[in-house]
T-cell receptor, first 116, second 111 residues
Framework: GAVVSQHPSWVICKSGTSVKIECRSL??????MFWYRQFPKQSLMLMAT???????TYEQGVEKDKFLINHASLTLSTLTVTSAHPEDSSFYIC?????WGGGELFFGEGSRLTVL | GESVGLHLPTLSVQEGDNSIINCAYS??????FIWYKQESGKGPQFIID?????DKRQGQRVTVLLNKTVKHLSLQIAATQPGDSAVYFC??????????FGPGTRLSVLP
């Protein structure tokens, strides 16, 4: 299978600061990556689709200026939570589609953000 | 839009028994489906997939069944083990690039 890696796994920050989360496809190139948010005991909520070399596509209700997404290379997408507040505390997960077979979606390990 | 569950349904099975996890999907045009396993504090892990031109696909201890008539997908786990305890999500894709996820089912394996 393919490997998608996220960093950091866990981050605690003060309210008002910005936090960057990285998503890397380790053994394949991904022109498209996806960012999700997951609340406890709930399913994955798609936040945005990250496109290499172009602007991300955000889902309805997701603030573009709040959640900045950059997909600068075929193996790296970053999500920056700007001016984080306690309500932004959540589990953030990225995924990427492999460019072979059925285009299976592989997920990163997730990043838990706690904003104090 | 995405499916967001409020409370995860739970399935409890005895160790060694077979588990069946069900998923109803929404789009009759969906042509590709994946089952994921998510352990606490981790990202979803790919288990098995199936295309809409198939009714059944088997993996190691797992079988996915697809009933397009009633838009139903199931995951069968044979001889369930404690390590199978997790939340299981189905995902459907209908054209485009996005997958839509089901609300998830928590599987608890009893000793």
């Amino acid at each position: 299978g393919a490997v998608v890696s996220q960093h950091p796994s866990w981050v605690i920050c003060k309210s008002g600061t910005s936090v960057k989360i990285e998503c890397r496809s380790l053994d394949f190139q991904a022109t498209t990556m996806f960012w999700y948010r997951q609340f406890p005991k709930q399913s994955l909520m798609l936040m945005a689709t990250s496109n290499e070399g172009s602007k991300a596509t955000y889902e309805q209700g997701v603030e573009k200026d709040k959640f900045l997404i950059n997909h600068a290379s075929l193996t790296l997408s970053t999500l920056t939570v700007t001016s984080a507040h306690p309500e932004d505390s959540s589990f953030y997960i990225c995924s990427a589609r492999v460019p072979w077979g059925g285009g299976e979606l592989f997920f990163g390990e997730g990043s838990r953000l706690t904003v104090l | 839009g995405e499916s967001v569950g409020l409370h995860l349904p739970t399935l409890s099975v005895q160790e060694g028994d077979n588990s069946i996890i069900n998923c109803a999907y929404s789009n009759s045009a969906s042509d590709y489906f994946i089952w994921y396993k998510q352990e606490s504090g981790k990202g979803p892990q790919f288990i098995i997939d199936i295309r809409s031109n198939m009714d059944k696909r088997q993996g190691q201890r797992v079988t996915v069944l697809l009933n397009k008539t009633v838009k139903h997908l199931s995951l069968q786990i044979a001889a369930t083990q404690p390590g199978d305890s997790a939340v299981y999500f189905c995902a459907e894709k209908s054209g485009g690039q996005n997958f839509v996820f089901g609300p998830g089912t928590r599987l608890s394996v009893l000793p």
